[in-house]
């Protein structure tokens, strides 16, 4: 059974920082872009963050970049997601997803998806 487990989620003030890890299991995520999403109250799930497997190409939504930093250990099957700067807009469920190949700016073709766990941005 496939399973992404996010974890690192809580409630922080605004400039405050977090760290968001998922934790993949159930198959080999060999050639897997891992990637971050998130959804607020409302509104449709945006894409955050994404990496390939070799580590070769990072993607940030022009939002975060310089604030959020995606990494990966493929030894351990884990993506990792440091949000720095934090906004009260950005309060939001972050969703861990993977992709066979890339993920880009859009949840097209993702194969599976963690549970979410719960960001909140105190202003």
């Known amino acids: 059974q496939v399973q992404l487990v996010e974890s690192g989620g809580g409630l922080v003030q605004a400039g405050g920082s977090l760290r968001l890890s998922c934790a993949a299991s159930?198959?080999?995520?060999?050639?897997?872009?891992m990637g971050w999403f998130r959804q607020a109250p409302g509104k449709e799930r945006e894409f955050v963050a994404a990496?390939?497997?070799?580590?070769?190409?990072?993607y940030y939504a022009d939002s975060v970049k310089g604030r959020f930093t995606i990494s990966r250990d493929n030894a351990k099957n884990t993506v990792t997601l440091q949000m720095n700067s934090l906004k009260p807009e950005e309060t939001a469920v972050y969703y861990c997803a993977a992709r066979l190949g890339s993920i880009r700016s859009t949840s097209s073709g993702v194969g599976y998806w963690g549970q979410g766990t719960q960001v909140t941005v105190s202003s």
């Open positions: 159930g198959r080999d995520f060999s050639g897997y872009a």
């Open positions: 990496i390939t497997w070799s580590g070769g190409n990072i």
